[in-house]
């Protein structure tokens, strides 16, 4: 089963709409698939035809009690379109409280045991995540390979989505589990020209991580929402409908997301080392991301860190072929040009980005 965790900080960027109707789509194609609605304001639960008040019980039962992984099978239902949910409720906003005197590592793999138990019952589980970052996001996280991250079509998104990548990142470390990250625009009228420029910066932006498929503004989506029916059922001629459909062809042709970093073997034979050096007194995290990793801070990196003359340093070994690279440092979460490198060049979002040639 592939897990898929939907995940932005940010509200009104289209989660919901993107679980439940890529949820249809995939349904349509054949698939088994399971909607798990980790957001306590419940909007999966209701977009897919169930009232939450409705259940006796929901995730809180299986995120809350001591054997709750054996109850995951019990709670869930049949919605619209063959689609299944793992329903939500108010109460789960009660989690965190609930779970405080457990150790970090019980409480936020919850999820991903209870998902264990029905993995052999569906193709693919999407999640639903609530907008911010804490122990509902982090189970998860914990329990998906994939994430997809909806990303409106407006600067001050783009922005926020770049420090939730790195978010992201640290927290795949921090819980000792790879996810790979992938941004769907989303919320796009391409009719105008503010949106067809912002388009291009996000592509330029994320490159490899940015999906094909553009999720266009479509009234459609919210009557659809309020019918309890996913997309390509409520209006198939839709242009939503076409849009999720193409996102899950994407999907579905997507490989599974690695579980950890890929052996040497798989590397380009010409690959060499390169050893860049950051240089702080203050900082307390310095990872790097370019075009030679997707923009994911660290990933496919080995990292040092050491203490010289004073300072910090942290050496970053790379792995790369011949050729002209463009990277970012990502210091205590914030995006820096490499002060060591003179050679650099103007990126979206107001920075600038180092450039590094491999001969």
């Known amino acids: 089963m592939r897990v898929l965790a939907i995940v932005n900080q940010k509200g009104g960027c289209g989660k919901t709409t993107t679980v439940v109707n890529l949820a249809g789509c995939l349904a349509a194609d054949g ?14 639960t209701l ?5 939450p008040e409705e259940p006796e019980e929901n995730l809180y039962e299986v995120l809350a009690e001591p054997d709750g992984a054996s109850a995951m099978q019990r709670v869930i239902l049949p919605a619209a379109a063959g689609v299944e949910v793992a329903p939500s409720g108010i109460v789960l906003s009660a989690l965190e409280q609930k779970l405080a005197t457990e150790p970090v590592e019980t409480r936020t793999e919850k999820l991903a045991l209870a998902l264990d138990r029905v993995a052999k019952d569906y193709d693919f589980a ?5 907008p ?24 001050f998104a783009i922005h926020g989505v770049q420090k939730l990548v790195d978010t992201i990142a640290l927290l795949s470390e921090r819980i000792g589990h790879e996810v790979s990250v992938r941004v769907l625009p989303t919320l796009y009228d391409g009719r105008t ?3 067809r420029r912002t388009l291009g910066r996000i592509r330029e932006l994320f490159g490899d991580l940015c999906f094909d498929t553009v999720i266009r503004m479509n009234v459609k989506l919210r009557e ?22 193409a996102l899950a062809v994407e999907v579905e042709a997507a490989a599974p997301a690695p579980r950890a970093t890929p052996a040497r073997s798989d590397e380009p034979e010409d690959a060499r080392e390169v ?4 240089r702080d007194e203050g900082a307390s995290d310095v990872r790097i991301a370019g075009d030679f990793n997707g923009w994911v801070p660290d990933k496919g990196v080995r990292s040092l860190v050491e203490q010289q003359s004073g300072a910090r ?26 002060p060591d490198n003179p050679d650099a060049v103007a990126a979206p979002g107001g920075v600038r980005s180092s450039v590094l040639v491999v001969r």
């Open 47 to 51: 977009a897919l035809g169930i009232d």
């Open 224 to 245: 659809a929402a309020a019918s309890g029916l996913p997309i390509c059922v409520y209006a198939p001629s839709a242009h939503g409908s076409s849009d999720y459909g």
């Open 31 to 44: 698939f088994r698939v399971l909607v798990v609605d980790m957001d306590p304001q419940a909007h999966s």
């Open 132 to 155: 911010n970052v804490g122990l509902l996001t982090f189970n998860a996280l914990r329990a998906a390979g994939e994430v997809i991250v909806p990303l409106e079509t407006s600067p």
């Open 313 to 338: 340093v942290w050496t970053k070994i790379l792995l790369l072929p011949p050729g002209r690279y463009e990277y970012r440092y990502v210091v205590d979460g914030e995006w820096r040009e490499d």
């Open 126 to 130: 999407l999640i639903d995540c609530p």
């Open 275 to 278: 050893v860049v050096r950051y």
């Open 193 to 195: 020209r503010y949106a």
